[in-house]
T-cell receptor, first 111, second 116 residues
Framework: QKEVEQNSGPLSVPEGAIASLNCTYS??????FFWYRQYSGKSPELIMS????GDKEDGRFTAQLNKASQYVSLLIRDSQPSDSATYLC???????????FGSGTKLNVKP | DAGITQSPRHKVTETGTPVTLRCHQTENHRYMYWYRQDPGHGLRLIHYSYGVKDTDKGEVSDGYSVSRSKTEDFLLTLESATSSQTSVYFC???????????????FGPGTRLTVL
């Protein structure tokens, strides 16, 4: 069983602060990692993907991957109330591109 | 939603009745997936397809079957619905799925199913 663990939260941060979301995974053979954002009642939408160790930045978002520690994180700088959502970590298996999802972390950004 | 539609968007049915959910894509992607999402469990894979008439089970496949007769359509059937199948069902598509690379999955809008 391939497991992906996330703290369910809620994580509360003030507007303008940095939000840090974390995810651990069990399968050392995993090669691809994704962060999705999901607003209440909506479908998941891709925020970031990362495939190699280190940091990847896209606007206010930075994904960090450490394969040795089996850990992936998402940093959101200058958090806005519109960032309030549930963030899902997904780990991809190269075999038929199957994804394994964490249960999500709910983020609340307070004005 | 990346050219993905799901129907119906909402459905209420009774225990023991058959239910079919439809996923339709206009992206011509080879891979299609059905997930269910329940509080505390995140998204769990039910079945997936890697081509027309090529399907396989995911981690929570009991009580579900699928069919894919055309590239654009992937059907999920609950042969005899039970209350434990009350959930939100998402379809996803992916362009590639080789053994050495993975690709983003894009999600449809979801179907909220209630089994009474």
């Amino acid at each position: 069983q391939k497991e992906v663990e996330q703290n369910s939260g809620p994580l509360s941060v003030p507007e303008g602060a940095i939000a840090s979301l974390n995810c651990t995974y069990s399968d050392r053979g995993s090669q691809s990692f994704f962060w999705y954002r999901q607003y209440s009642g909506k479908s998941p939408e891709l925020i970031m993907s990362i495939y190699s160790n280190g940091d990847k930045e896209d606007g206010r978002f930075t994904a960090q991957l450490n394969k040795a520690s089996q850990y992936v994180s998402l940093l959101i700088r200058d958090s806005q109330p519109s960032d309030s959502a549930t963030y899902l970590c997904a780990v991809g298996s190269g075999n038929f591109n199957k994804f394994y999802f964490g249960s999500g972390t709910k983020l609340n950004v307070k004005p | 939603d990346a050219g993905i539609t799901q129907s119906p968007r909402h459905k209420v049915t009774e225990t023991g009745t058959p239910v079919t959910l439809r996923c339709h894509q206009t992206e011509n992607h080879r891979y299609m997936y059905w997930y269910r999402q329940d509080p505390g469990h995140g998204l769990r894979l039910i079945h997936y397809s890697y081509g027309v008439k090529d399907t396989d089970k995911g981690e929570v496949s009991d009580g579900y079957s699928v069919s894919r007769s055309k590239t654009e359509d992937f059907l999920l059937t609950l042969e005899s619905a039970t209350s434990s199948q009350t959930s939100v069902y998402f379809c996803a598509i992916s362009e590639s799925g080789s053994l050495i690379s993975t690709d983003t999955q894009y999600f449809g809008p979801g179907t909220r199913l209630t089994v009474l």
